[in-house]
């Protein structure tokens, strides 16, 4: 694995993590109506969900990169296709009010993060769509596993850097003004690394 093609992968990493949705909702409530540990739990709960995703989509496109190359080929193109488009509707799509149910209350903060993130059937696709362009047929179990760590610790990181902003000095204001250039520049991100990949293939 080169440093290059590491970088490459964070960036899509990066992009996913900070686009907006019910996952950051729940770290900046939790942070908020809590306290800065509630959020930072929150945020390690999330952070290992993604990490079991990431390992199915894996696992799964390992087998099917030795057993059938043309339908990961397939899978590859699909995948940059899906993340053309995940870019350009973060780009354009206007960011609505943040919100999530407040029936999670009575799971702790940390189960909270994790279930979110699991019973999220969006991040498996995600995950296959990104994870496509990333597996080898040469690749080793040590890079597949690194893929697997820094999707996870990505996540956990963004989403804990999150928890400490809006418990910080009233910062909550000034992140949740700035959550809708935050989902242009990872659209303008994902559409960047999307054209790269399908250029790269062809």
Known sequence: MTLIFWFQFAAVCIAGAMSPGPSLA???RNSTKYNRLGG???AVGHGLGMGVYAIFAVTGLSIIILTNIYVFKSIQIVGIVFLFVFGILFIFQKNEKIDIDNSQNKLNSFLQGFSISILNPKILIWFSAVFSQ??????????????????????????I?????VTSYGLKDFFQKRINAIQKISGTVLVIISILLIINIF
């Not at 597996?135 to 990181?157: E, F, Q």
């Not at 850097?161 to 902003?165: F, G, S």
């Open 40 to 42: 930072i739990m929150s």
């Open 134 to 159: 990333f597996v080898k047929t040469d690749s080793t179990l040590l890079t597949n596993s690194i893929l697997v760590v820094t999707a996870s610790a990505i996540d956990c990181i963004w989403y």
């Open 26 to 28: 729940l770290i900046i």
């Open 161 to 165: 850097l999150v928890a400490l902003i």
